[in-house]
């Protein structure tokens, strides 16, 4: 059974065929992927890498983790299970504003008159 795993303190220039080639000598690499920024489309420093076997994968945290690649001591353990987001609102539901609609600056009274003692 295929075992995924968490490449952490990755360069930002890193590619994920290099990062694949990182791995291949050890096993047979299922997946590679570099989660990137999706505004901007720039590397995160992490991503994933999914070895065919338990035993490769194994194998790959006993031997990479702590390793240098492009100048960076990596972090490889395995990956945690994901889990569902609330998806980049905070999780908050519904449409934010203030109840009640009064809006503007509008604070009732007497429309700013003071009243005459």
Do not use: H, W
């Amino acid at each position: 059974m295929a075992k995924k795993l968490y490449v952490g303190n990755l360069s930002y220039n890193i590619t994920e065929e290099e990062l694949k080639n990182v791995f291949t000598p050890i096993g047979d690499v299922q997946s590679c992927k570099i989660i990137t920024d999706a505004g901007t489309g720039r590397s995160k420093g992490f991503g994933f890498v999914e070895m065919t076997n338990d035993e490769d994968a194994d194998k790959a945290i006993a031997t990479l983790n702590g390793t240098n690649v492009m100048d960076r001591a990596l972090n490889v353990s395995e990956a945690r299970p994901q889990t569902d987001r609330a998806g980049g609102r905070g999780g908050r539901p519904g449409g934010g504003g203030r109840p009640g609609g009064r809006g503007g600056f509008d604070r009732g009274g007497s429309g700013g008159r003071r009243k005459e003692y």
